[in-house]
């Protein structure tokens, strides 16, 4: 079985100090466990130099980005390559969050063209899809959920698509304190998973990582990860407090020693 892959997203929390000191809290919690899960924190731009610091010390544990420019490099004032993401040390970068979406007007073709940039580099995109509640009560999570991954992802060769993150963030989830039970998120998961088997077959589907976000928390964890289809989570309010997010951790690692 593959193993966890679980991903902090710090949204726009933290100072430096508080980044410091969680960075550390969370990399020494880790260092006892002998992990087969993957751990990526993506902390705010300026503080990713501090992760990648810890990065370089050991396995399984990774620095993301929260976004990164459509475009390549040059006269686009406030924003950030792919291409600097690299120098840095950085290895994922989350693109189309919900939240980039509803205050950003970021759309699927915007979010392609990101998914480019890192591809070209190298990078692997953590590509964050889901409906609204509105869309979930009229029954078109499906409909919604097809066509932005179509849009944003299904371009690329089969060689490629094996290095990108899927995220199922059902909007209403994000942030809220209410999350998909697990039968709906293995539901919506196992759906994302023929999407890719259809287009990519069977071993492209199978390895390609499909991970759940929208209030997953210390509690619901286990029971999320322990789904056929669930290869981990992404974590915003809970990856702030380091025990929690170790917690999280610790079940993506029972759930594999389980199956
Ligand atoms: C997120 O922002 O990706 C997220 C899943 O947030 P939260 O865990 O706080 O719902």
Not at 16 to 28: H, N, S
Not at 206 to 215: A, E, F, L, V
Not at 227 to 235: A, H, K, P, T, Y
Request: glycine fraction near 6%; include cysteine.
């Amino acid at each position: 079985m593959k193993s966890k892959l679980v991903i902090g997203n710090w949204k726009m929390n933290q100072s430096f100090e508080q980044a410091e000191d969680l960075t550390t809290a969370i990399e020494d919690a880790l260092e006892d466990f002998n992990l087969s899960t993957e751990v990526v924190l993506c902390p705010p731009f300026p503080y990713l130099e501090l992760v990648t610091d810890h990065a370089d010390d050991g396995a399984h544990f990774y620095a993301g980005a929260q976004n990164c420019s459509q475009f390549t490099n040059g006269a686009f004032t406030g924003e950030i390559s792919a291409e600097m993401l690299v120098s840095l040390g950085v290895e994922f970068c989350i693109v189309g969050h919900s939240e980039r979406r509803k205050y950003f007007g970021e759309t699927n073709a915007v979010i392609a063209e990101k998914v480019n940039r890192l591809v070209e580099q190298q990078l692997i995109p953590v590509v964050c899809c889901g409906e609204t509640l509105e869309q979930r009560q009229n029954n078109q999570q499906f409909t919604v959920v097809e066509e932005q991954i179509s849009e944003t992802l299904f371009h690329l060769p089969k060689e490629k698509i094996e290095h990108v993150v899927i995220a199922y963030e059902p909007v209403w989830a994000i942030g809220t304190g209410e999350t998909a039970t697990p039968a709906q998120a293995e539901e919506m998961h196992s759906f994302i998973r023929s999407l890719v088997e259809k287009k990519y077959g069977t071993e492209t589907a199978y390895n390609t990582y499909i991970i759940y976000g929208g209030s997953c928390n210390a509690k619901n964890a286990v029971e999320l990860f322990a789904q056929e289809n669930v290869d981990g989570g992404l974590i915003g309010g809970a990856s702030l407090r380091a025990d929690e997010f170790v917690q999280i951790v610790e079940s993506a690692e029972t759930s594999v020693s389980e199956n």
